[in-house]
């Protein structure tokens, strides 16, 4: 038996009405840090007169088949974290004003969102997966924009208070497919600024067989492991000496959890389509950084 989610498409109702009534009547809070406040909380967005803007995500929940009893808990969870996540983003938004050159808020707060969702919304398609139709296309609902200054946001997306906005995801390609999405940060030693360079468990030996018919995508991903700490270490260099004593953990090495997490879970859906799904490789997913 299955039942669908109006609790999550009725606060986003609500949401948007809050919003409208802030608008309507001039309810502008001043001076608050945050650019909004969760729809998990079911607060209306406040904006400052000069705020950073908002994030404005799709919806999710509107977008499921109908779910199996047994997914239900599961699904709620993911859902619910949809929301942390935003809230989390609007805050670093605010947190960061001024910081960093031109493209700061899409590559420490947008991009990190997107590979955040990204995972997320591969969870909940597993949970229903495991005994209904695995929905296809979720991954398209992740990526998320800022609505600047506290413009409207685009119609038909939620617009809640978080801070992370989301950035395209990483490239497609790069780095030998071989070499498993990261040896302790190879090839990448030997940096001449002093910066460091990151440090991440090698994926490819710790898989089983990989059956032919997953063999090119597990590839591609692997390769897609290398190119994320490439991206990851010039991030390094090109940030040296912005933001504070947590910078590096929030801008660089977090982030590239999260595209790792999403990434070896595609790895791992691609091999348990004909062969038993890889467990625990979630846990190769934290790097570190290496002076």
Do not use: W
């Amino acid at each position: 038996m299955s039942r669908a989610l109006p609790k999550y498409n009725k606060r986003r109702v609500g949401l948007a009405g809050g919003a409208a009534a802030v608008a309507l009547t001039g309810a502008v809070i001043a001076g608050t840090a945050l650019a909004g406040e969760s729809s998990e909380g079911g607060g209306a967005d406040a904006r400052t007169l000069a705020g950073p803007g908002t994030v404005s995500c799709p919806d999710v929940a509107s977008q499921l088949p109908a779910i199996p009893a047994s997914a239900q808990a599961e699904v709620d969870r993911n859902l619910a974290l949809l929301d942390q996540q935003i809230t989390e983003a609007n805050k670093r938004l605010a947190d960061t004003v001024g910081q960093g050159g031109p493209n700061f808020v899409q590559n420490a707060i947008l991009g990190p969102l997107e590979d955040k969702r990204v995972a997320t919304v591969n969870r909940i398609a597993t949970a229903i997966g495991r005994t209904a139709d695995r929905p296809a296309g979720l991954d398209s609902l992740a990526a998320c924009s800022l609505d600047a200054q506290g413009d409207p946001a685009a119609p038909g997306q939620e617009e809640t208070g978080g801070t992370e906005t989301s950035a395209p995801p990483a490239g497609d390609v790069g780095g030998d497919a071989g070499a498993g999405g990261g040896d302790a940060g190879a090839g990448q030693d030997g940096d001449a600024s002093g910066v460091g360079t990151v440090s991440c468990p090698d994926v490819a030996p710790q898989l089983p067989a990989i059956p032919a018919s997953a063999q090119a995508e597990v590839d591609r991903n692997l390769a897609l492991l290398d190119q994320q700490i490439t991206e990851a270490n010039k991030r390094l260099a090109d940030t040296v000496g912005q933001g504070g004593p947590n910078f590096v953990q929030n801008a660089i090495l977090g982030p590239l959890e999260d595209k790792r997490v999403a990434t070896v879970n595609r790895i791992a859906t691609a091999i348990g389509r004909t062969a038993d799904r890889p467990a625990g490789l979630d846990s190769l997913a934290a790097c570190t950084l290496t002076k």
